[in-house]
Nanobody, 127 residues
Framework: DVQLQASGGGLVQAGGSLRLSCAAS????????IGWFRQAPGKEREGVSC???????YYADSVKGRFTISSDNAKNTVYLQMNSLKPEDTAVYYC?????????????????????WGQGTQVTVSS
């Protein structure tokens, strides 16, 4: 079974950093693009970042330059390093396999082919 568990969230001050982890079981990250998504209160889930199988990384405009997605295939884990956090980053963060990239006017948006969100991890950024 494909299972993903996001962890590492917490409460930080604006400008601070967090590193989220996405641990997978039932499949290898060697074989799937992995994306990070987030959902703020009252908002739809939105894509944050995607790492595809050739190692290329893509970011939503709102996080580009601040967030870094990476993978450790030996640990079957994908990370999201979040720096320079802003209150607008406050959301529940999820990881998902099968990330797909959609481009509109040079900006990247993300969706997933799997419905294996897990419980997510709360990130709260105070001003």
């Amino acid at each position: 079974d494909v299972q993903l568990q996001a962890s590492g969230g917490g409460l930080v001050q604006a400008g601070g950093s967090l590193r989220l982890s996405c641990a997978a079981s039932g499949f290898s990250f060697d074989d799937y693009a992995i994306g990070w998504f987030r959902q703020a209160p009252g908002k739809e889930r939105e894509g944050v970042s995607c790492i595809i199988t050739d190692g290329s990384t893509y970011y939503a405009d709102s996080v580009k330059g601040r967030f870094t997605i990476s993978s450790d295939n030996a640990k079957n884990t994908v990370y999201l390093q979040m720096n320079s956090l802003k209150p607008e980053d406050t959301a529940v963060y999820y990881c998902a396999a099968g990330c797909q990239i959609v481009v509109y006017s040079g900006s990247y948006y993300f969706r997933t082919t799997f419905n294996s969100w897990g419980q997510g991890t709360q990130v709260t950024v105070s001003s």
